[in-house]
């Protein structure tokens, strides 16, 4: 009995002393929600940098695009769509993030009024396709969640349907999604457009996307959708984990965009992460991501005439105004997280300007984006507009709350 106790002793020992010391306890389980940059901050004992630094050690990898990344518009909605949308003049698209939810909530009550929008008889003056700005499956087994919280909420949505990743679509539970993106690749990055079995009875095909972050070339519009990887705060496009790629991508398609309009047409350039640069509630904006983006249009010489993004589930609009190769510029970077998870409170915006941006109309609420850029004949766009429907999910009626349109002639908001 001694020798068995004596043993026991001496593992216990041998334990304790390869055991790493733990650190000393930080003062908040939580950093604080704000808006100021961290190199503006006064230091906070307990609090420092370990939030960043934990995430930046635990973000995902991004899995690699599938040939040049690039997708028409007709490998979309076909080619004769495509051109019945050129010789129209204009195209319009749907945008929103943060669903997750089912038929009967206000997913579906976003997603029935938003197919309000389509007229079988006017094709072409129709929205093109709706742009999900990520988070479309939330928590564990995303997989069969996507019957419910996807196919189901959008059997009556006739468009074809497009997205970037957001956080929770790209989240790990190692017993039913061990693999980061799995689902999301699933669905979105099919070989091609095929009705998935979890459909069941809906017709709803797969969308085949090159990848979690691409190039959509389109009439009058050109869009780069970003994946901005799985923590909850902040977003980073790049880093030791996520790795360069990404950004080295973003920088060389931005070239070729740049490149494109020099020769023309001028199209209008949309730009998204699920994480937002700006924001003032629910989630802070990310201020390390926007720097690598700004990083990326700066050796490109090409900015964004706006910039979308959801993860905060509310409504923000904000001008960002910047001196860019010589000219002023004033672009709308707008917060459209009202897809239907959930509504979070948002203060009241009130005009003032922080830094390079203007806070110019809030919402808490739900509700869905349309988006139009006006072309002329030779494909160059003159304007580009985004109105923000609210959806009322009592009355189950939409209302316009806002709209913002920007000149492209002139690179200003009215």
Request: glycine share 10%; hydrophobic share 35%; net charge positive.
């Amino acid at each position: 009995m001694k020798k068995a106790a004596k043993a026991k002793s001496t593992k216990s020992t041998k334990s304790t002393k390869s055991a790493k010391p733990s650190a000393a306890p930080l003062r908040f389980a939580h950093p604080f929600f704000t808006t100021t940059p961290v190199a503006q901050r006064k230091p906070v004992s307990g609090v420092g940098t370990s939030l960043v630094d934990y995430i930046q050690g635990n973000l995902e990898p991004v899995p690699p695009v599938k040939g040049g990344s690039a997708m028409q518009l007709a490998d979309v909605i076909g080619a004769p769509a495509s051109q019945e949308i050129q010789a129209s003049g204009s195209i319009s698209f749907h945008a929103v993030g943060d669903t997750g939810k089912s038929a009967n909530s206000p997913q579906g009550d976003v997603a029935e009024a938003m197919a309000t929008d389509y007229n079988v008889a006017q094709p072409a003056a129709s929205p093109a396709f709706f742009f999900h700005l990520g988070d479309v499956i939330y928590g564990p087994g995303k997989d069969n969640a996507y019957r419910g919280e996807f196919y189901e909420p959008y059997v009556h949505y006739p468009g074809k349907i497009v997205a970037i990743p957001g956080n929770h679509d790209g989240e790990v539970f190692p017993k039913t999604d061990p693999k980061t993106l799995e689902a999301f690749q699933s669905n979105f990055c099919a070989a091609s457009q095929t009705v998935p079995p979890i459909a069941g009875t809906i017709f709803r095909q797969t969308m085949n996307q090159p990848g979690v972050y691409w190039y959509l070339n389109a009439p009058f519009v050109d869009i780069v959708g970003l994946y901005s990887n799985t923590a909850e705060n902040p977003g980073f496009i790049s880093g030791a984990i996520p790795g360069p790629a990404q950004k080295a991508w973003l920088i060389q398609t931005l070239q070729t965009i740049a490149a494109a309009r020099q020769a023309g047409p001028r199209k209008a350039l949309v730009m998204a992460t699920h994480h937002p640069p700006f924001s003032s509630g629910g989630h802070s904006g990310s201020t390390q991501m926007l720097a690598d983006i700004d990083s990326a249009c700066t050796q490109a010489r090409l900015m964004p005439d706006l910039y979308l993004s959801g993860h905060a589930h509310s409504y923000q609009r904000y001008t960002r105004e910047l001196n860019f190769n010589g000219k002023a510029l004033q672009i709308p970077y707008i917060v459209a997280g009202t897809g239907g998870i959930n509504d979070q409170a948002i203060v009241a915006a009130n005009g003032a300007k922080t830094g390079d941006h203007i806070f110019v109309k809030s919402l808490q609420g739900y509700g869905y984006l349309l988006i139009k850029a006006q072309g002329d004949a030779r494909g160059n766009a003159a304007t580009l507009t985004t109105t923000m429907y609210q959806v009322n999910t009592t009355s189950k009626q939409k209302s316009q709350y806002d709209q913002a349109t920007v000149n492209l002639a002139t690179n200003t908001v009215h």
